[in-house]
Nanobody
Framework: VQLQASGGGLVQPGGSLRLSCAASGFDLDSYHVGWFRQAPGKEREAVSCVSSFSGGVTFYRDSVKGRFTMSRDKGKNMIVLQMNSLNVDDTAVYYC????????????????????RGQGTQVTVSS
């Protein structure tokens, strides 16, 4: 089970980035998936998560609602995080993660044991 995130970089405030997370060795559609981030000196936080069920529930943390969109690219066994209107508070290392069970995803919560986690990709928002 491997996950690989990519697409990070340096962007000015107000700019956009598109993060991708490719899975190998397993069918990502069968897993609950999420994007998480960790800024220096801060705890890791869930950014967006989606459950594996048909018509899956999607979670967005309040600070990214209306700016970030998470989606599955089923044909490529990937998940994507489109990030628009970025601001300096979005600066962090972003990780993708997946889990078969022991997670809770609602429209207001994403928590649990996302044990399969890929390497992160750095997102820096700066002028």
């Amino acid at each position: 089970v491997q996950l690989q995130a990519s697409g990070g970089g340096l962007v000015q405030p107000g700019g956009s980035l598109r993060l991708s997370c490719a899975a190998s060795g397993f069918d990502l559609d069968s897993y609950h998936v999420g994007w998480f981030r960790q800024a220096p000196g801060k705890e890791r936080e869930a950014v967006s998560c989606v459950s594996s069920f048909s018509g899956g529930v999607t979670f967005y943390r309040d600070s990214v609602k209306g700016r970030f969109t998470m989606s599955r690219d089923k044909g490529k066994n990937m998940i994507v995080l489109q990030m628009n209107s970025l601001n300096v508070d979005d600066t962090a290392v972003y990780y993708c993660a997946a889990a078969l069970r022991r997670v809770v995803i609602t429209t207001t919560t994403c928590s649990g044991d996302f044990s399969s986690r890929g390497q992160g990709t750095q997102v820096t928002v700066s002028s």
